[in-house]
């Protein structure tokens, strides 16, 4: 089993920064692909990066791109979200998600076998 636990959410101002960090335990996530999705207030639950299991492959929904970075430090058995130039369409609950490696970018929730409990970013204009 992995256990994920999300922090470093917070209120910022749109155009502001912020850092979302997923720590890991039970496990090692080296052999894991991890992802984070995002899911605001009377929405469904959306893709938003992925990162693989080797880093050599990163992936991001068109909304973000240019503005966000995901990252891992696998010594750490952490993952990161650098989230640059924020909107206020921004605003949701971040959710880390890890999956054993396999071919392919997950794109989809179902995809994904733990989570985290999420962290709350709140963008304000």
């Known amino acids: 089993q992995v256990q994920l636990v999300e922090s470093g959410g917070g209120l910022v101002q749109a155009g502001g920064s912020l850092r979302l960090s997923c720590a890991a335990s039970?496990?090692?996530?080296?052999?894991?692909?991890m992802a984070w999705f995002r899911q605001a207030p009377g929405k469904e639950r959306e893709f938003v990066t992925a990162?693989?299991?080797?880093?050599?492959?990163?992936t991001y929904t068109d909304s973000v791109k240019g503005r966000f970075t995901i990252s891992r430090d696998n010594a750490k058995n952490t993952v990161y979200l650098q989230m640059n130039s924020l909107k206020p369409e921004d605003t949701a609950i971040y959710y880390c998600a890890a999956r054993r490696y396999r071919m392919g970018v997950g794109l989809g929730r179902t995809e994904y076998n733990y989570w985290g409990q999420g962290t709350q970013v709140t963008v304000s204009s």
């Open positions: 990162i693989n299991w080797r880093s050599s492959s990163t």
């Open positions: 039970g496990r090692t996530i080296n052999n894991y692909d």
